[in-house]
């Protein structure tokens, strides 16, 4: 069973469960060896390569009379004098700081555990019991160089508990089993019921994704159970420090369960359902056919979708709302799709799309939208606020579009546009909204804050634009444009600015917060810039910038930092957190830069991250290389807290890379699409990384981040070889897009894969 909490510091347990009430003072344990289970470790080991994380060498279980314990502590903290008096000692050291402690009750004939979850004045105790259904287990204890396991066994059915690593170096307590043979009566079926400390509930709930939210009040010192305000207050607090989901709700929750997966004999992966009995008792059967067994019962991978018909499909955007993930770009074919109802027509050439996902147990697509007419059209840009999601894109002809009221005109060649889509059991187009000249313009970013909607991109022509007041001028070959449009039942157009100066200039990345829009993109040329300071220097070729604008009647331009050094340089991405505000893209030489990255330039052209300090004047506080000695592109960034998740494509070989821990596959052929989180500090450090993609070309084009859950989305030429993930739908073209679920672990306390 997986207990998949992020971050959550004392918060985090598994099924971190029971012990008898009164524990066991520290004893020496005799041998506890039993019989040989290499075989079954050996094939765990094996799945965990493929998933990640291995036994870790410091996992050693604190023995004791009546129990055995793990023991997790988020941070290291220096070891104090022991103290016996603390009845949860259980021969180990005393520490301090978040710490999570499972402790398992010694010939019970069951697996009974008792979980202790503390950090600061907060602490939570629940327990949970396994029903064995009159068939009792030993219990086994294997030690070696590897670490230690706790071993549970009878006939039919072996469970493994041990400590290892998690993605990002972590430890975690994890949980397999191994179902040699079905039960007399199938289906299968295992039952935990679950019971509180101190005269404590817990109360399971299970959602509509079919995981299980564990709930109970936490104790906190010197507020009273009763105090929902200053509970509430202190719950928020917690979640913060720990970005954790723990709150207060009708009892906070503890951790979220997701639904088990498992493996039959022919290596099919499935998934189980869990079901709640009452508030207490939480269960999942297992109906297979004799000739399906052993099963491996194993940690939760996240799920994968993918999108596309007969043709190529491009996913170059993603937004997410609660469960609903927005994904946009464009296809050839609108043959051999998922089964999904689009509304709308597909026209011929590249049409653009939007597709709703709803995020689960597995994924289902609610719905999907054609966007364009009859020649190229490309949803490049994507943003979503409450049911209204926009898209953005170019559009080569305003004819035999979708039904829908574009104010403005399509005047030429490549347009700009903007779309306003209303969610529902199928989805509206409210309106639409023309960018552009009678030249090439192109919309590649949209922001939203409120009703006011933030679009940028490029444009070749003033002649004929759309009626809009613009600060600055167009002074170039290729001018980059921001525009705030303001929503409405038809939309209007608030105020325009133009950026770049008399060579190529184009717009890539917004960011907003409030009332300040941030824009990056690149400059091939300083001079003829609008009025605006500019930190760093403009060192030739193409240049990557940031540029602040102050939302306004009209708008101001607050500050420029020029990124890049000799050679050329893009900013591809950009995210806000506060006064922090990170750009991520590319550079082709490390000579000359504002600053010195953390991490070394590999060659070709790397990859990069920056932190700037927002102020009066921007300030740079860090930069890292990410990237070996090919190409590498970062062409997505997210923030959740102090964690930055990057995401983009690489086609060099991991040993050039930075000393980073990643996960999956590389296949150099010639690239592979890669996310990894950077933990945000004075200098800033590599948590980990994660591959995704097949033995072919995989691109990775964008990333949005909820809570714990990391969604990236792209494009791939083959999907043999991939990392071990069940997608939904298949891939049936040249080029497949699709989405894919990752599920952050970072700091989480226990992690127990499913039974």
């Keep these: 069973m997986i207990f998949n909490k992020r971050r959550a510091g004392f918060l985090a347990a598994g099924l971190g469960l029971g012990l008898c009430e009164v524990l066991c003072r520290p004893a020496a344990a005799a041998s506890m060896e039993g019989p040989d289970f290499s075989s079954l470790f050996t094939r765990i080991s094996a799945v965990e390569r493929e998933v990640g994380g291995a036994i870790s060498a410091a996992s050693r279980l604190e023995r004791g009379t009546d129990a055995v314990a793990f023991t997790t502590v988020l941070s290291t903290a220096p070891e104090a004098p022991k103290a016996p008096e603390?009845?949860?000692?259980?021969?180990?050291?005393?520490?301090?700081?978040?710490?999570?402690?499972?402790?398992?009750?010694?010939?019970?004939?069951?697996?009974?555990?008792?979980?202790?979850?503390?950090?600061?004045?907060?602490?939570?105790?629940?327990?949970?019991?396994?029903?064995?259904?009159?068939?009792?287990?030993?219990?086994?204890?294997?030690?070696?160089a590897a670490g230690d396991r706790l071993i549970y066994d009878r006939p039919g059915e072996t469970r493994v508990y041990s400590q290892g690593k998690d993605q990002a170096g972590a430890t975690v307590l994890k949980e397999?089993?191994?179902?040699?043979?079905?039960?007399?009566?199938?289906?299968?079926?295992?039952?935990?019921?679950?019971?509180?400390?101190?005269?404590?509930?817990?109360r399971l709930v299970k959602?509509?994704?079919?995981?299980?939210?564990?709930?109970?009040?936490?104790?906190?010192?010197?507020?009273?159970?009763?105090?929902?305000?200053?509970?509430?207050?202190?719950?928020?607090?917690?979640?913060?420090?720990?970005?954790?989901?723990?709150?207060?709700?009708?009892?906070?929750?503890?951790?979220?369960?997701?639904?088990?997966?498992?493996?039959?004999?022919?290596?099919?992966?499935?998934?189980?359902?869990?079901?709640?009995?009452?508030?207490?008792?939480?269960?999942?059967?297992i109906s297979e056919s004799s000739s399906s067994y052993p099963l491996l019962i194993d940690p939760t991978l996240n799920y994968g979708q993918w999108l596309g018909g007969g043709g190529s499909t491009i996913i170059r955007a993603l937004a997410v709302v609660g469960d609903e993930i927005y994904a946009g770009g464009y296809s050839d074919s609108s043959a051999s799709w998922e089964t999904v109802t689009f509304q709308g027509t597909f026209s011929g050439g590249d049409e653009g799309f939007v597709v709703e996902i709803q995020d689960g147990?597995?994924?289902?697509?609610?719905?999907?939208?054609?966007?364009?007419?009859?020649?190229?059209?490309?949803?490049?840009?994507?943003?979503?606020?409450?049911?209204?999601?926009?898209?953005?894109?170019?559009?080569?002809?305003?004819?035999?579009?979708?039904?829908?009221?574009?104010?403005?005109?399509?005047?030429?060649?490549?347009?700009?546009?903007?779309?306003?889509?209303?969610?529902?059991?199928?989805?509206?187009?409210?309106?639409g909204q023309w960018l552009g000249g009678t030249g090439d313009d192109y919309v590649f970013a949209l922001a939203a804050v409120g009703d006011e909607i933030y679009a940028a991109g490029s444009s070749t022509l003033t002649v004929s634009w759309e009626t809009v007041t613009f600060q600055g001028a167009h002074s170039g070959l290729a001018e980059g444009f921001v525009v705030e449009i303001q929503d409405g039942a038809s939309p209007a157009l608030n105020w325009g600015q133009w950026l770049g100066g008399a060579g190529y200039?184009?717009?890539?990345?917004?960011?907003?917060?409030?009332?300040?829009?941030?824009?990056?993109?690149?400059?091939?040329?300083?001079?003829?810039?609008?009025?605006?300071?500019?930190?760093?220097?403009?060192?030739?070729?193409?240049?990557?910038?940031?540029?602040?604008?102050?939302?306004?009647?009209?708008?101001?331009?607050?500050?420029?930092?020029?990124l890049g050094g000799a050679g050329s340089d893009y900013v591809r991405a950009l995210a806000v957190s506060g006064d922090e505000v990170y750009a991520g893209g590319d550079s082709s030489s490390p000579s000359?830069?504002?600053?010195?990255?953390?991490?070394?330039?590999?060659?070709?052209?790397?990859?990069?991250?920056?932190e700037i300090q927002d102020g009066s004047s921007p300030s740079l506080n860090w930069g890292q290389w990410l990237g070996g000695l090919d190409m590498e592109y970062v062409k997505a960034l997210a923030v959740m807290g102090d964690e930055i998740y990057v995401g983009g494509d690489s086609a060099s070989d991991p040993p050039g890379w930075e000393p980073l821990q990643f996960y999956g596959y590389y296949f150099f052929n010639p690239s592979d699409g890669f996310v990894v989180e950077i933990r945000d500090g004075t200098t800033p450090v590599l948590n980990w990384g994660q591959?995704?993609?097949?033995?072919?070309?995989d691109y990775l084009s964008a990333l949005v981040v909820s809570g714990e859950r990391i969604f990236a989305g792209?494009?791939?030429?083959?999907?043999?070889?991939?990392?071990?993930?069940?997608?939904?739908?298949?891939?049936?073209?040249?080029?497949?897009?699709?989405?894919?679920?990752?599920?952050?672990?970072?700091?989480?306390?226990?992690?127990?894969?499913?039974?």
């Design 176 to 202: 397999w089993v191994l179902a040699r043979e079905p039960g007399k009566n199938a289906p299968m079926v295992w039952t935990w019921r679950f019971s509180g400390g101190e005269g404590r509930d817990v």
């Design 505 to 562: 200039d184009y717009v890539y990345a917004l960011a907003a917060a409030g009332d300040e829009i941030c824009a990056g993109g690149y400059s091939t040329s300083a001079s003829s810039w609008e009025t605006v300071t500019f930190q760093g220097a403009h060192s030739g070729g193409a240049e990557g910038f940031v540029v602040e604008i102050q939302d306004g009647a009209p708008p101001a331009l607050n500050w420029g930092q020029w």
């Design 714 to 755: 792209g494009h791939t030429y083959d999907s043999a070889d991939w990392e071990p993930i069940t997608f939904q739908g298949a891939d049936t073209s040249a080029i497949e897009a699709f989405v894919v679920k990752i599920t952050d672990d970072v700091n989480t306390i226990l992690f127990l894969p499913h039974f």
């Design 361 to 431: 147990a597995s994924p289902a697509l609610n719905w999907g939208q054609w966007l364009g007419g009859t020649g190229i059209d490309r949803v490049y840009a994507l943003a979503a606020v409450g049911d209204e999601i926009y898209a953005a894109g170019r559009s080569d002809s305003s004819a035999s579009w979708e039904t829908v009221t574009f104010q403005g005109a399509h005047s030429g060649a490549a347009e700009g546009f903007v779309v306003e889509i209303q969610d529902g059991a199928s989805p509206a187009l409210n309106w």
């Design 207 to 285: 959602k509509a994704d079919g995981a299980v939210e564990v709930r109970s009040l936490i104790r906190v010192s010197g507020v009273s159970p009763g105090d929902k305000e200053k509970r509430g207050s202190v719950m928020e607090a917690v979640s913060r420090a720990l970005k954790s989901r723990a709150r207060f709700e009708d009892g906070e929750i503890l951790t979220v369960l997701e639904p088990p997966v498992y493996w039959t004999s022919g290596n099919e992966r499935k998934q189980a359902e869990f079901s709640v009995s009452g508030e207490d008792s939480l269960l999942f059967s």
């Design 86 to 144: 603390d009845p949860e000692n259980v021969g180990g050291p005393y520490r301090t700081g978040p710490m999570a402690r499972t402790l398992f009750a010694w010939n019970a004939g069951t697996v009974r555990k008792r979980t202790l979850l503390r950090r600061g004045q907060a602490s939570a105790v629940f327990t949970a019991e396994l029903d064995n259904g009159g068939l009792p287990y030993k219990q086994y204890i294997s030690s070696s």
């Design 691 to 697: 591959w995704l993609g097949g033995g072919n070309i």
């Design 592 to 610: 000359s830069w504002e600053l010195t990255p953390q991490g070394a330039f590999g060659g070709g052209s790397e990859g990069f991250v920056v």
